[in-house]
Nanobody
């Protein structure tokens, strides 16, 4: 059973930056895809970005140019660098991994104040 543990969330002012980390209990290469989802209060959980084992990336339009997903295979860790944050980015951010992004972390809260 793969375990994913997120860290790095917190409170930041609009325009600021945060870097989220997701540490996996095993090899992230074997998981193939690693990604980040977010869920704002009262809304569904949406995909934010993912990265393949080959380094290909995908971003939802609302974060393109502001967020960067990366992976350190040696550390079995995936990162989400977030910049130019707005209150609309406020959500619980979840790390996901696996061929269908079917393994989940517990989430980390990101709050952006106006």
């Amino acid at each position: 059973q793969v375990q994913l543990v997120e860290s790095g969330g917190g409170l930041v002012q609009a325009g600021g930056s945060l870097k989220l980390s997701c540490a996996a209990s095993g090899s992230i290469l074997s998981l193939r895809l690693m990604g980040w989802y977010r869920q704002a209060p009262g809304k569904q959980r949406d995909l934010v970005a993912y990265i393949s084992s080959g380094g290909n990336t995908y971003y939802v339009d609302s974060v393109k140019g502001r967020f960067t997903i990366s992976r350190d295979n040696a550390k079995n860790t995936v990162y989400l660098q977030m910049s130019s944050l707005t209150p609309d980015d406020t959500a619980v951010y979840y790390c996901a991994g696996g061929p269908a992004l079917n393994y989940w972390g517990q989430g980390t809260q990101v709050t952006v104040s106006a």
